[in-house]
């Protein structure tokens, strides 16, 4: 499985970005994605995540209400879209795909800022 995202930048407090995760190779044997980000200094955090069957999704307690995770099964493409952005939502964002068999692939990652 390879991930390749897009859609990252910069912009100001209160905007919006929409990060794309295009999935290749053995897609078929994907059962769940999601969207983690790493801020300078931190560990990296679970933001969000879709499961490909049923479309479960979940969140962080401190993107509900701003961030939509969604996935397009026939594009095999996995989206975030994040609304009121705040400067502590400055990361790197990583796309990852987990496998029936427990296997994880990420993706090489995209630079969010927001400035105050």
């Known amino acids: 499985v390879q991930l390749v995202e897009s859609g990252g930048g910069l912009v100001q407090a209160g905007g919006s970005l929409r990060l794309s995760c295009a999935a290749s190779g053995s897609t078929f044997s994907i059962n769940a994605m999601g969207w983690y980000r790493q801020a300078p200094g931190k560990q990296r955090e679970l933001v969000a995540a879709?499961?490909?069957?049923?479309?479960?999704?979940n969140y962080v307690d401190s993107v509900k209400g701003r961030f939509t995770i969604s996935r397009d099964n026939a594009k095999n493409t996995m989206y975030l879209q994040m609304n009121s952005l705040k400067p502590e939502d400055t990361a790197v964002y990583y796309c990852?795909?987990?496998?029936?068999?427990?296997?994880?692939?990420w993706g090489q990652g995209t630079q969010v800022t927001v400035s105050s």
């Open positions: 879709i499961t490909t069957g049923g479309g479960s999704t």
């Open positions: 990852m795909a987990r496998t029936g068999w427990g296997t994880s692939y």
